[in-house]
């Protein structure tokens, strides 16, 4: 049986569920991840994580509802819940405190931060089997260049799949272009590649691939295969 610490993540951005997940496993942690606050739920029964890391906004329920459930169905639990939010509001974090979280993570999420919170979440019996927070580099500057050589590939979308036709109400690929873009995505072609078979300018490319990572259609990997964290590629195109 493991002793590594149980750390469950519910996002609806698989992105940012697998950049937590690696982030946490490198570091010692067992980890598992839902898409959905009632796959998450199941797990947390099933499971019994010994912290959860919750988005607050989800497709089927929000993460105070989550909060909720877990604090009355197991009261007798003393699992740690950390939610996750864009929204810094001292008001909105007081909220989620109420509903029964123990800290509050704001997005976009470093790994620093990540690694640093998740283990002062910790029981004290638990802290010693994982890294200490304190050797993790920080996130290297990523220059636009270098984001034009990355490879996006394209995540399962169930929604798509549920309706008759697969770009009725679904956000960014509404949009033209966009949807260009979406469909030559083929886990092959780098950014430019993509550019030049979307006849779309590179940086314009750049900017709706960060959409579509955003919306969790997508994932985008480094040369050496590896995914790379979406606040990094975000910061690229700040610094474009």
Sequence with gaps: MSTRPKVLTIHNNASTC??????LQQAGYEVEIALTGQEGFAKIINWRPQCLIVDVLL???SGYAICRRVRQS????TMRI???????ATLDQSY???????HYLSQPLTAEVLLQ???ELLPDDLRSVVSSPLPVPSQPVLAFQELLDFTPQRLPDHGLMRVSNPFADQGSLKHKQVRR????????KTVTELAVASRIEPEETARYLAILLKEG???????????VNEALFFSALEHE
Aim: glycine share 8%.
């Design 217 to 227: 259609r997508i994932q985008v990997r480094d040369a050496a295969g590896e995914a």
């Design 59 to 61: 497709p089927d329920m």
């Design 96 to 102: 989620g405190i109420r509903q029964g979280a123990d």
């Design 74 to 77: 197991l009261p007798e639990e």
């Design 18 to 23: 697998l950049f937590i997940a690696s982030t």
């Design 117 to 119: 919170e998740t283990w």
């Design 82 to 88: 950390s939610l996750m939010s864009s929204q810094e």
């Design 181 to 188: 873009l979406y469909l030559a995505i083929n886990g092959k």
